[in-house]
C-alpha cells in the first residue's frame, strides 16, 4: 500500500489551513502531522482519509499498481479522533455490531471481542457508552479503528484522555499497526513522535 | 444495499432507547389534533375543510420529528464516523426507511382518532388509504432531504418546516385533494388524475433526493 499527498491545500472560506503539502507514505512508515493548535493537522487528516476534500492538489492510494477509489479507501482505513463519536444510547456491543456489518465483517463478537480485552475493557460490553468515562470512550475508539484491522491507520491525539497504562496499551497497538501497514497520527507529544519515520508540519 | 437495512435498524434501535422522534411526533399530533377538535366544536365542519385539516395535522406533526434524524447524528458527532462506513446513497435510503415507518405509525395513530373526532365520513376507505400511502413516501422523501440540507446549518427548528412546505406544497394539495374524493364518493375515476400527480411527485423526490444527496451530505 502506498499513499500520496500531492501539493495539498485547503480553504475554508477565505481562509487557508492547508498549503502546498506533498509526500509519500509505504506501508510500515508512520507519520506524524505536528504544528500549534488550529495550525491544521486535523483537517489535513480528514483530507487524506478521504472524509473531506481538499480545496487543490490530489490524495492517492495504491495497492501495487492500482488506484483506489473513494469507497475502496473507506475499506482499508481505520480512524480515530475526537470527532469521530460512537452512539452514545447504544452500548459497546451495539456499536461494535454495527460497525461490524457496516464494514462486511463477520456479524459476531469475533471481530472486537479480543481489541475489548487488550483496551480493559472486556466486561463492559454490554454497558451503554454514555456511561463510560472519557478515557474509556477513547480506548473504546481504538477497538472501533482496528476492528477490521485497516492496513492504514489514521489517529488524532493519541493519548487523547488516556491513563498512563491506557497509553502503554495504545502504544502497543500502534507499534503493531506499524509492523502491519501505514500509520499517520497527529500530536504534538515528544512521545508520540518517536513511532514517526516522517514528520509533516502544518503553519499557522 | 444492505448498509442501508443496518442502518435503519440501528436507528430504530436508537429510537426504541431514546424514543425521541416519536414523542415529538405524536405529542404534536395529539396537541393540535384536540385543539383542532375543540376549536370546531359540535357544529361539523365541510369534508374539504377536514381533508385539508387532516394533510395539515400530518404535515406538521411529521415536520416535528422527521428532521432529527439527521441533527442527531451531526449533535453527537457521530456523522462522520457513519462516513468512513456508509455511502452516502446508503444513508439516505437508511435514514428515508426510517422516517417513512415513524410517519406510518403516525398515520396509524392519528388518522383513525381524526375520523372519531371529527365526524369525518369516508366513503372509500381503500382510496384514503393509498392516498396517505402514497402521500407519505413524497412527505417521508422531502422530509429526509430537507433534515440532511438543515442539520449542516445553525438554525435547526424552524427552518425545517419552513424549507420542506414547498417542496412538499405538490403532495399536500394532491393528497387534500384525494382525500376529498375519497370523503364524497366511491368511484376511483375522479381521484385518477390525482393519485398520478402524487405517485409523479413521490418518485420524483425520491430520485432526486438519492441524487443530491451525495453533495449535501459531503458539504
Ligand atoms: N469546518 C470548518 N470550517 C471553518 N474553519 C475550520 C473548519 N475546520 C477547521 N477550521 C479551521 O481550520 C484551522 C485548522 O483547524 P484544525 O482543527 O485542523 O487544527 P489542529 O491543528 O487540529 O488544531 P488542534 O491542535 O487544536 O487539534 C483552524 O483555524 C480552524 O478554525
Ligand atoms: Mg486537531
Redesign the pocket.
Known amino acids: 500500500m502506498k499513499l500520496i499527498a500531492d501539493h495539498i491545500s485547503k480553504f475554508?472560506?477565505e481562509?487557508r489551513?492547508l498549503k502546498n503539502i506533498t509526500f509519500e507514505l509505504n506501508s510500515g512508515q508512520c507519520l506524524a502531522v505536528v504544528?500549534?493548535?488550529?495550525?491544521?493537522?486535523?483537517?489535513?487528516l480528514r483530507i487524506l482519509s478521504a472524509l473531506i476534500p481538499p480545496s487543490s492538489g490530489k490524495v492517492q492510494y495504491f495497492d501495487g499498481q492500482i488506484l483506489l477509489s473513494k469507497e475502496n479507501i473507506f475499506t482499508h482505513t481505520g480512524f480515530l479522533g475526537p470527532y469521530l463519536e460512537l452512539y452514545d444510547d447504544l452500548t459497546a456491543e451495539e456499536n461494535l455490531n454495527f460497525f461490524s456489518r457496516m464494514r462486511g465483517l463477520k456479524d459476531d463478537r469475533s471481530t472486537w471481542w479480543n481489541l475489548m480485552d487488550r483496551v480493559g475493557l472486556g466486561g463492559r460490553e454490554e454497558d451503554a457508552v454514555k456511561t463510560y468515562s472519557s478515557g474509556m470512550k477513547q480506548r473504546l475508539k481504538y477497538v472501533f479503528a482496528l476492528m477490521h484491522q485497516p492496513e492504514i491507520l489514521f489517529v488524532d491525539?493519541p493519548r487523547s484522555n488516556l491513563d498512563m497504562q491506557g497509553i502503554q496499551i495504545v502504544y502497543e497497538l500502534l507499534r503493531e499497526q506499524k509492523s502491519r501497514g501505514m500509520l499517520l497520527i497527529?500530536t504534538?507529544e515528544e512521545q508520540d513522535l518517536a513511532f514517526a519515520d516522517f514528520r509533516v508540519a502544518?503553519h499557522d | 444495499m444492505i448498509k442501508a437495512y443496518y442502518i435503519f435498524r440501528k436507528d430504530l434501535l436508537q429510537e426504541f432507547k431514546t424514543r425521541f422522534a416519536m414523542n415529538a411526533i405524536l405529542l404534536f399530533a395529539v396537541v393540535t389534533l384536540s385543539a383542532v377538535s375543540f376549536a370546531i366544536g359540535t357544529f361539523t365542519a365541510r369534508q374539504e375543510v377536514l381533508s385539508a385539516l387532516l394533510w395539515i395535522i400530518l404535515f406538521f406533526s411529521s415536520m416535528s420529528g422527521l428532521s432529527h434524524i439527521f441533527v442527531k447524528e451531526e449533535e453527537a458527532k457521530t456523522a462522520d464516523t457513519l462516513k468512513l462506513v456508509a455511502s452516502a446513497s446508503a444513508i439516505f435510503l437508511g435514514k428515508f426507511l426510517f422516517n417513512i415507518v415513524l410517519l406510518f405509525l403516525l398515520e396509524i395513530i392519528v388518522v383513525p382518532l381524526f375520523i372519531a373526532l371529527m365526524n369525518f365520513n369516508v366513503q372509500n376507505y381503500l382510496l384514503l388509504f393509498f392516498t396517505l400511502f402514497i402521500g407519505s413516501f413524497g412527505l417521508a422523501g422531502g422530509g429526509t432531504m430537507v433534515a440532511a440540507i438543515i442539520s449542516k446549518s445553525g438554525a435547526k427548528g424552524a427552518l425545517f418546516t419552513v424549507l420542506s412546505f414547498p417542496i412538499l406544497l405538490p403532495v399536500l394539495v394532491s393528497g387534500i385533494s384525494a382525500t376529498k374524493i375519497a370523503s364524497q364518493e366511491q368511484g376511483w375515476m375522479t381521484a385518477y388524475s390525482e393519485l398520478q400527480t402524487l405517485f409523479a411527485f413521490s418518485v420524483v423526490i425520491i430520485t432526486a433526493s438519492i441524487l443530491l444527496f451525495d453533495f449535501v451530505w459531503n458539504e
Not at chain 1, 504544528?35 to 489535513?44: A, F, I, M, R
Open positions: 475554508f472560506g481562509k489551513v504544528g500549534p493548535n488550529g495550525s491544521g493537522k486535523t483537517t489535513l491525539e497527529a504534538n502544518v
